[in-house]
Each structure stands twice: as C-alpha cells, then as structure tokens.
C-alpha cells in the first residue's frame, strides 16, 4: 500500500499584507521539511504570488465561495488541499523547528488541532468565553480549546468536520453568542471548532504544544527557541522582533524573492499590541 500524498498549507485572502505573511512563513518551513507547500487563497492573491512569489508556493489553490463570509476562511482549506494528508500553518507564524511529526497523529484521529479537549469540571478562558458556559449553551460533555493556527488533518474526513464547523458557526454560534459578542468576547473559527471538536471528542495534538503561548514570549530565543512554531497571537518583545525581521529578509534574499520591509509584521505586531490591551480589559470585567 503506498504512503498518502502529503503537504503543508497555509492561507492568505484579502490584503497583500496577508501574503506577504505566508511568503515569510513558506520560507521559514522550507528550511525544515522536504514535503510541498500550498497556498489557499483568493483570485487577487494568487495574481499576485504567481506575479511575484511564483518560486514560493507549490500549489495555489482557490478558496471555496461558501466559505469567503468572515471568520469562516479556515473551514475551506480541506476541500481546497489537494493531498490526502495535510498540515495547516497560519500565514502569520515563523517556523523555527521541525513540525513533520505532526502527521503521526493522524493515524488515530482525522483531525488534529493544537489544544487541549476540556470537561465542565475545568472552567478555562476562550477568547473571552467560559468554556464550561460554552458547554451548557450547546450541550457539550466536552469543549475543544484550540488555536487553529497550526493542525493536521486527512482531507476526506477533514471536509466534513469543516463543513459541520460553518454550518455550526453559522446557525448556532453567531446567533446564540451574539448578546455575549457585543459585551466584548471574540467570535472567531475557533468557536465552532471548539464546539464540534467537543461533540466529535477530536483528539488533540500530543503535548508539549508545538506553539509558544503568550506567557512564553519574553524568554524566546531566536536562536535556541525550544519549540518549532512561532505563531503571532501576542506582541513581541522588541528585540526578538527585529532579529526575526533580520532572519525573514535574509531568508528572502537568499531565496531570491523581493522583501517589501518588515511592514507587515510591524502593522501585524501593532494590531497585536491593541489586542493585548483589550483582553486585558475584558478579563478584568469577566464578561462571559
């Protein structure tokens, strides 16, 4: 029996600053796996890589138009991969290890998410949520908390759950949560994974996580980093972002492709910084 196709994806839509995002991602993981990288992404996006960054990306796919509403992107990416086994990275991360393991995991489940599966008896914070609150409203025994930034998957059975995860998104998330949105938690894809997650008992990724969290970014060493995957969901501290941004144009120039500067991890690191204020606020008030 031969092994199954495999690749690695990431996603870019709207802004040239997200694709600019995925090019430095793309080029950071070439450095540490052989398997091809696909990008997914809209008809202007894929102009412009094939314009510009044509020697990057393996493969540029088109995102599904059921899915080009929001926060609802990431549920495309399966139907949109063209191996049998893929992994996910989010265009704004850096690899900075190997992360190939990662396909071990799906011997066992089809999907795979970075996290960790919760009961009531843990009462955790998601995106402002309770999640023991999240398992009540939608009569969970169990709740994936994920960061959707980083999973393995196997397409076939990968397309269903996503396709479960918008509907979910759409008919029960958004609706049910919407008093608890304008009072300041954050409705993102990771809702709705967290609900499906939980009602399928989706296997998590085995720990240690492949992510740095939030509490780990001051102690990150560029050059001795300890985990492999750098995702951008906290500001940095401004000396490990100027060496990443030194590390990402040297990883252009030598690959041969234009460097635009570092401004779009500087808006990136900006809008971070804004966030980190805001949840501070919000955990301050408990809203949810």
Same mark, same amino acid.
């Given at each position: ?89 989010d265009a704004d991360c850096l690899v900075l290890g190997p992360l190939d393991h990662a396909f071990d995991a799906l011997t066992d489940t089809p999907m795979a998410f970075v +996290? ?139 690959? +041969?492709?234009?460097?635009? +500067?570092a401004g779009h991890w500087v808006v990136e690191q900006a809008e971070l910084e804004r966030m980190a204020r805001r949840r501070r606020w919000a955990e301050r008030l408990r809203?949810?």
């Amino acid at each position: 029996m031969s092994e199954p196709t495999r690749g690695y994806l990431t996603l870019a839509t709207g802004s040239p600053r997200y694709l600019e995002m995925a090019v430095d991602m793309a080029l950071s993981l070439r450095e540490h796996t052989g398997h091809p990288i696909g990008l997914v992404c809209d008809e202007v996006i894929a102009e412009m890589t094939m314009s510009s960054y044509a020697t990057v990306f393996d493969t540029v796919s088109p995102i599904g138009a059921d899915f080009r509403n929001g926060r609802a992107l990431k549920y495309g990416v399966a139907e949109a991969c063209t191996w049998e086994e893929a992994i996910f990275v989010d265009a704004d991360c850096l690899v900075l290890g190997p992360l190939d393991h990662a396909f071990d995991a799906l011997t066992d489940t089809p999907m795979a998410f970075v +996290g960790e599966l919760l009961s009531p008896a843990s009462n955790q914070r998601h995106h402002g949520f309770s999640t023991r609150r999240l398992m009540r409203t939608f009569g969970l025994e169990h709740y994936l908390k994920t960061n959707s930034g980083f999973f393995a998957f196997s397409k076939a059975p990968a397309e269903e759950i996503m396709r479960e995860c918008l509907r979910c998104f759409v008919d029960e998330a958004r609706p049910k949560l919407a008093l608890s949105r304008l009072l300041g938690g954050w409705l993102g894809d990771e809702i709705a994974i967290g609900i499906v997650g939980g009602r399928r008992q989706l296997t998590p990724l085995p720990k240690p996580a492949e992510m740095f969290w939030p509490a780990e970014f001051e102690s990150i060493d560029p050059d001795r980093p300890g985990k492999p995957l750098l995702h951008f969901i906290w500001p940095l501290p401004t000396r490990t972002f100027a060496e990443l941004m030194r590390v990402a144009e040297d990883r252009r120039d030598a690959a +041969g492709v234009p460097w635009p +500067g570092a401004g779009h991890w500087v808006v990136e690191q900006a809008e971070l910084e804004r966030m980190a204020r805001r949840r501070r606020w919000a955990e301050r008030l408990r809203i949810w």
